[in-house]
């Protein structure tokens, strides 16, 4: 069975950094995408950033290109989002999720499994 668990969220200040961990299990990263999205209330749940294991490209939104890294601890099966110098428009529920595609893939609809989501809150 394939689960994926988020965890690291909280509540940060502005210009602060978290560490969100997405937990793998019932399968391995090899030749699949793993991605991160985040929604925030009344939004629409958008793509921040995604590694593809086939070839280790990644992708980031522009709203977060230079300030969060995605990367990834085979051994562990743990793919992590470091996010730096946090912003209020950051607050979201983020979410990992597992594409059967492999390659980059930016939209929800892409992705064939997702975790439950780990609250991330940047206050000013």
């Known amino acids: 069975e394939v689960q994926l668990v988020e965890s690291g969220g909280g509540l940060v200040q502005a210009g602060g950094s978290l560490r969100l961990s997405c937990a793998a299990s019932g399968f391995t990263f090899d030749d699949y995408t793993i991605g991160w999205f985040r929604q925030a209330p009344g939004k629409e749940r958008e793509g921040v950033s995604c590694i593809s294991f086939i070839d280790g490209s990644t992708y980031y939104a522009d709203s977060v290109e230079g300030r969060f890294t995605i990367s990834s601890d085979n051994a562990k099966n743990t793919v992590y989002l470091q996010m730096n110098s946090l912003k209020p428009e950051d607050t979201a529920v983020y979410y990992c999720?597992?594409?059967?595609?492999?390659?980059?893939?930016?939209?929800?609809?892409?992705?064939?499994?997702w975790g439950q989501g780990t609250q991330v809150t940047v206050s000013s």
């Open positions: 999720a597992v594409s059967i595609l492999g390659v980059i893939a930016t939209m929800p609809y892409e992705y064939d499994y």
